[in-house]
Every structure is written in structure tokens, then in C-alpha cells.
């Protein structure tokens, strides 16, 4: 035969709204003034003092046309009271360091693309936002980003790529859009033709290391025609291969964010490829179920 299993607390013992309440009317001699100190209507003050007599099982307060005045019940328990408001004060005021020791700083990884060209701005509003947060960024590519938050290394990340990374949730921030890219003297800059697909899988490419989100939309997009060829170079960097392709040392596909400049100035010439999409995502990510609190949430707000 099973016991019966003891009442929670909770259904017990007021609540500290009654609580504060009970103490108010001790302090003030009236149901009247401790309502309107509180913010509440007299007759839910009212209510609840009724509410907390039943639930306990005495009467607290006798009232009278001159006020309000407690019991001796009622002494007694808003002595109890007023200990149970001041643990519940001391809750509050350790919940607020908390808060504040997590405010004071951010752990930001971020792909190298978002980092070098998107990051700075929203990191410059945060400033603005939150001046006294100090904010350390981790910088690197998709994978080692997806890395980062999943061994709590990092409170928010940002990636390039076609899907969000296992084990992290995600919201898409931007888009981009992979380009390809030679320098002028390359035999590519005078073409009139759009390059082929299979053409520009066949040929050797200054490429970014696996694991990068260029890396990954590129293999994907070119699996149909055989794979990427051996990379000519591969990199870690998109500054690293940029500085590579100007260089005249080969053709690449880079982000169109990083290569405005060089475009604009002709350092780098844009080579259209017919029939492939190369447009990718770029994402804030975090760990499944834990959603940005804090500086995180205000950064990924500064994102939109």
C-alpha cells in the first residue's frame, strides 16, 4: 500500500507578494496605505490577506474603522516573514551578480569572413550598447566555430555554410555569395564566355582549408561534376588567399564581401560560371536549447 506523498511547500506557504504584504500592513497599521505602497487595489489586498488565513489556518489581521492591526497570530508570522523576504532579498541581490559578472563580458567565435568583414561594425554598435562588456573574439573557420560552442568555449558564433552545424541551433543573419576570382593577366579575364562548371572543377584553385564554409558550399556545389581538382594552394585565410590570387599565383572563389575593393580597382577580375549557384548563408549560431541571454542576445539583435 503506497503512502501518501507530503503536500509541496509551494501549496503551504504563502507567497512572497502575500508576504511583503502581511509586513507592509505591520509597518504601516493600515490594509489601505499597504496596498497603495504595493500597487495593488484595496480589495485585492484584501483578498489575499484572506488568502494567506486560509491557507495557514489563522487569522492575521483585525480590521476596524481606525486601520488594520495584527493578531498574535499574525506578530508571529510576519516574523517568520520577514526573515523569509530578507532570504528571498539576498536570492535577489546574488541573482544580480550573477547577472552582472555574465554581462560584463562576451565570447564571440566567428568564421573568418563574418569576422574580418561583417563583425567589426556590430561589435562597434554593442560598444555604444553595452560599454562596460568586454568582449574576446575567437576567430577561425566554420568548423572550429561549431567546435568552440559546443565545448562552451564561446557564447555566440557566426558561420558561412549551407546548414546549421550539429548539435547547435541557428538564425540566418546575411547572405553571400561565392565569386571567382583571377587576377588581370590570367587567361580567364578575357574570356567572352561565361566559364563552365566542369571546367572550373577540373582546374587547380587557391582554396580554403576543409572545414571553412566556403570550402563546404564549393565541394558541394561542384560534387555533380566530378569534385574539386587537387587546390593549387590551400589556405586558412581569405585574406591569405586573396593576397594569393592578386599575387597572379591562381584562380580562387572567394566571398564577395571580401573582395569589393579589389574588384573595384581591378586588381581582381570576376569570372561569371554559367549555371551554378554559389550564394551560402551566413548564420548566428549557439548550443541547441540554450537561446542567446545578455550581451549575446543584444549582438545577435544588432545582426538584423
Known sequence: MSEDLPTPLAHRVPDLGALELLLAVARLGSLGRAARELGITQPAASGRVRGMERQLGVALVERSPRGSRLTDAGVLVTDWARRVVEAAEALDAGAQALRGRRDSRLRVAASMTIAEYLLPGWLIALRTERPGTAVSLLTGNSAAVAGRLLAGEADLGFVEGLDVPPGLDGTVVGHDRLVVVTAPGHPWARRKAPLAAPELAATPLILRERGSGTRQVLDTALAAYGGLAEPLLELASTTAAKAAVVSGAGPSVLSELAIDEELATRRLVEIPVADLPLRRALRA????????????????????
Not at 285 to 304: E, F, I, N, Q
Request: hydrophobic share 30%; charged share 25%; net charge positive.
Open 285 to 304: 549560431v549557439w548550443p541547441r536549447g540554450h537561446r542567446p541571454t545578455g550581451p549575446a542576445r543584444d549582438l545577435l539583435g544588432l545582426t538584423r
